[in-house]
């Protein structure tokens, strides 16, 4: 595995993490089947971006389809305490998708963020991740 795909984990499988269906500290290899909805082993954007769409639904309390660093916070403390050093790192992390800096992340918002980091993350560019890219 390569230093960009480390670094990019955190925001990739942010969605796994925030199911809680999946141990944040889970193999790579688990987070990728749960996202692999039809398990052909080959993770396309339309799977990732349902995963996005699953993420903000859980996380948007008030269901007004934005998320707030509240929500999140509400979210991920009944995953874990906030002094649990991976709290504010899993709050930190919806709120980086904010791309205009408005204190609100819309779904729209997560699915560019998301799109970015699935093309980087695609390094042959042949439009899904498979473990090839990995
Ligand atoms: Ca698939
Ligand atoms: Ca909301
Ligand atoms: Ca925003």
């Given at each position: 595995m390569n230093s960009t795909i480390k670094t990019l984990i955190?925001?990739?499988f942010l969605v796994a993490i925030c199911t809680g269906a999946i141990a944040a500290d889970g193999?790579?290899?688990d987070?990728?089947?749960k996202m692999?909805?039809?398990?052909d082993g080959i993770l396309t954007l339309e799977e990732f971006n349902h995963e996005i769409g699953e993420t903000v639904k859980n996380i948007d309390k008030n269901r007004d389809k934005e998320l707030t660093a509240a929500e999140a916070e509400t979210y991920f403390t009944a995953i874990a305490p906030i002094t649990d050093p991976k709290t504010p790192k899993r709050i930190a992390g919806v709120m980086r998708n904010d791309l205009n800096g408005d204190g609100r992340v819309t779904i729209e918002e997560m699915k560019?963020?998301?799109t970015s980091d699935f093309k980087t993350i695609d390094k042959n560019g042949d439009g899904v991740v498979t473990a090839a890219d990995m």
């Open positions: 955190p925001s990739l193999k790579l290899s987070r990728f089947s692999d909805r039809n398990k560019a963020k998301g």
